[in-house]
């Protein structure tokens, strides 16, 4: 089986973190939750992580939270910063995790195609954020987030970062770049497990929380407590999650996200080249811009679910097909859905080589059904 579909989440997953969790579940304790060994234990590997994520992405490690994900997260950000008396700006670029919670909330939306030059033209006196992706699930397609980040500070904005496609694979500083608030999820570039992510504060931009409850300190006090990371943690961790990315993190430092940024980039590349060359396939990918290892494409007069069935059952090359949750990417290039195939670090160029012959089979195979 050949896995091209780590945009959805990733395939490799290093040994040491799944020998991590396995130790912890052997011993497991629960994070401020008592003095005993196994709850001190959990919040030391809590606490640790933290400051290793602090270090990732350059901010505070009492700002960093976790989450189930960066759906939770976005929707913690959106939620508990805006009303629907503000306006924000975004971008064609995003998933609905980004869309939908502006939508549910009302507030007034700008869509941009992700430069400053543009979203100048849209600010208003009620804007009051940039939220936008780093790298485009579809297309892969990198933004300039230091060239908004600056936008940001010069027009007094938020700036409010999903890092989906890119935590684990480009380096990212918040400090530098002016990142107000970043969201991450931990089971694709970071490598850790399903069901852990969070959201990194530079500063304090004042969230109310999405949800309220146990926090192991101030438990006669009605409301949450409003200090960071506690305002945003109620209940029970993820600690097995957290753990995962405790480990993952020291896999990635010691492979060194540079690396795996130029492996992934260059098989990317070289696949969005080779079909470039196909008159009967359509490549959505930006020339202006750099990209990831993500290439979404379509064959003319094929169904995009039929192709990545093929690919699967014919072949075992694991793809995605579908609107992959971002519909104003397919607004932009005039499609119901795409063809993705996303290069993982343990992907190779025969990866790459043998899902194109695979391609080219399907297209011969569909030729001979139209003849006949």
Do not use: W
């Not at 040491?16 to 919040?43: F, T, W």
């Not at 670029?93 to 992700?114: A, F, K, W």
């Amino acid at each position: 089986m050949i896995y091209l579909d780590n945009a959805a989440t990733s395939f490799f997953k290093p040994p040491q973190m799944i020998e991590a969790v396995c130790e912890y579940l052997k011993h497991p304790g629960n994070p401020n939750r008592g003095s005993h060994k196994a709850a001190m234990d959990a919040a030391r590997i809590v606490l640790d992580t933290r400051m290793e994520l602090a270090e990732f992405f350059d901010c505070h490690f009492s700002g960093v939270i976790f989450t189930s994900g960066i759906t939770e997260s976005l929707n913690t950000v959106i939620a508990g910063m805006f009303t629907a008396r503000d306006h924000i700006i975004t971008t064609y670029m995003e998933h609905n995790s980004v869309l939908r919670p502006l939508y549910r909330l009302g507030c007034e939306l700008s869509v941009s195609d992700g430069s400053p030059e543009q979203m100048e033209g849209l600010l208003k006196d009620t804007t009051k954020a940039v939220v936008m992706n780093h790298v485009s699930n579809v297309t892969g397609e990198i933004n300039d987030i230091r060239a908004v980040g600056k936008f940001c500070r010069e027009k007094g904005l938020f700036f409010i970062l999903d890092t989906a496609q890119s935590a684990g694979v480009l380096p990212i500083s918040m400090e530098k770049e002016g990142i107000d608030v970043l969201c991450f999820t931990g089971h694709k570039g970071l490598l850790g497990m399903q069901g852990i992510g969070g959201l990194c504060l530079r500063g304090e931009p004042g969230i109310e929380p999405l949800k309220v409850g146990g926090s192991g300190i101030r438990s006669f006090d009605r409301r949450q407590p409003a200090t960071y990371p506690s305002a945003l943690e109620a209940g029970t961790q993820n600690v097995p999650g957290i753990v995962s990315l405790n480990a993952s993190l020291q896999y990635l430092k010691e492979r060194g996200i540079e690396n795996i940024l130029e492996h992934e980039r260059s098989l990317g590349g070289y696949f969005a080249g080779k079909l470039a060359s196909c008159d009967r396939i359509t490549l959505y990918r930006n020339p202006r811009k750099e990209h990831v290892g993500i290439v979404s494409f379509n064959i003319e007069d094929m169904d995009a679910g039929i192709v990545s069935d093929r690919l699967s059952h014919l072949f075992e090359i694991e793809t995605r097909a579908g609107a992959h949750c971002a519909p104003l990417v397919h607004r932009h290039y005039n499609t119901q859905s795409m063809v993705r195939v996303s290069f993982g670090i343990h992907n190779t160029k025969t990866d790459a080589d043998r899902c194109l012959q695979a391609l080219e089979e399907i297209m011969e195979r569909t030729g001979k059904e139209v003849k006949r």
